[in-house]
């Protein structure tokens, strides 16, 4: 209780004051109420930079989910070397992200990253990936799908779980592969997606890293996520009060998309005690 509340509890409402007054860190705060709020959204980057964030999570979080769960699948299969390419798909992920932005950052650059001496060599020329503002936010949301390992192993143990009576059953009353999929596979998986689809929610509206180090939230605020335009307020500009604010209006948003995600997915989510007192 005592680290609860002088590491959380005590900070979560220190930032809530602050967000309430405008302080520059070197001088006391003043209170301005709702002042800080009504500037964010009255200000085009602030804007720009939700939208960003949204854009980056609804392209990323779905197709990283659909690869993380095929590729789970295949390794639960008896495949040759199974363990291995375990491995190497969760290599990735205990590299650091400050490492994996500047191999990147190699990767995409214009005039000797690997994929544009690629596409060279095929005779195309290829675009400036993080250097063009139409090609920057897919650079880095491409990027992304390179650490799916941790999904991986995160839906292979979900699967080990899954009873093999079940699917041996269905066999035997000749379901196929995809309706054994459907009504066996994904219903004892749903929790776990679920959780899954939280997390990278969460974590996709909380995106930093790359953008700081590979773009600085360009060209043109194409890349400025949500996470950054925070930092650069409370450490840039020195705006320690809208920094608070715009970190509470993520909290909020947060908020309100895991409680939209738990009220929609209720019905479709099967817990493996659901109706265990009526058995």
């Known amino acids: 209780m005592i680290g609860f509340v002088m590491l959380t509890l005590l900070p979560l409402l220190g930032s809530l004051y602050i967000s309430f007054t405008e302080w520059k860190i070197i001088s006391d705060p003043i209170w301005v109420g709702l002042d800080n709020y009504k500037d964010l959204f009255s200000d085009p980057i602030f804007l720009k930079s939700l939208k960003v964030t949204f854009t980056y999570c609804a392209f990323t979080i779905p197709i990283s989910m659909i690869l993380s769960f095929s590729l789970a699948m295949l390794l639960n299969s008896d495949l040759p070397y199974a363990s291995l390419l375990r491995t190497i798909y969760y290599l990735p992920c205990v590299i650091s992200s400050v490492a994996s932005s500047l191999l990147w950052s190699w990767i995409f650059n214009y005039r000797f990253g690997a994929i544009n001496q690629f596409l060279s060599s095929l005779g195309i020329e290829g675009p400036d990936w993080i250097g063009d503002e139409r090609w920057a936010l897919i650079s880095l949301s491409i990027m992304s799908l390179w650490g799916l390992g941790g999904g991986i192993i995160f839906y292979l143990a979900g699967l080990q ?3 093999r009576h079940l699917h041996e059953a269905a066999k035997i009353a000749g379901a196929g592969w995809w309706r054994r999929l459907f009504t066996i596979t994904l219903p004892s998986m749903s929790p776990i997606l679920l959780f899954s689809l939280l997390t990278n929610i969460i974590g996709g509206l909380q995106t930093f890293t790359s953008s700081y180090l590979m773009t600085s939230g360009g060209p043109n605020y194409s890349t400025m996520f949500y996470a950054l335009y925070l ?23 947060i908020m309100i998309l895991s409680a939209l995600v738990m009220k929609v997915s209720a019905p479709m989510v099967y817990y493996e005690n659901d109706g265990g007192e009526d058995d």
């Not at 930092?231 to 608070?244: E, P, S, V």
């Not at 715009?246 to 909290?251: E, H, K, N, T």
Request: proline share 4%; hydrophobic share 55%; with cysteine.
């Open 231 to 253: 930092y650069n307020n409370a450490f840039k500009y020195h705006k320690i009060g809208k920094a608070c604010a715009m970190a509470w209006i993520l909290f909020i948003i």
């Open 161 to 163: 779980t899954v009873p």
